[in-house]
């Protein structure tokens, strides 16, 4: 009985790297795709263009001024 609860904790945790991995990926090759997710949570680059900053430390981009959401940095 124990086994199958080691194979099922593996099997969460080897999915959750997976998609770990797939999000940093998609960080570096489509920054668009984050760009409109973040303006789809807040309003306050309605109307006008914002430049985000790329994180130096995870690659994610950020509204200048703000921590990186994704690191913390
Ligand atoms: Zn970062």
Same mark, same amino acid.
């Given at each position: 009985m124990l086994w199958k609860i080691l194979l099922l904790i593996a099997i969460? +945790? #080897? +999915?959750?790297y997976g998609f770990k991995?797939?999000?940093r990926a998609s960080d570096g090759r489509q920054p #668009?795709?984050?760009k409109t997710r973040k303006k789809g949570r807040g309003t306050e680059s309605d109307?006008? #263009?914002v430049d985000l900053v790329k994180c130096g430390n995870c690659g994610a981009f950020t509204a200048p001024g703000t921590p990186c959401?994704?690191?913390g940095q």
């Open positions: 969460i +945790v #080897a +999915v959750l991995m797939i999000s #668009a795709a984050r109307g006008q #263009a959401s994704n690191c």
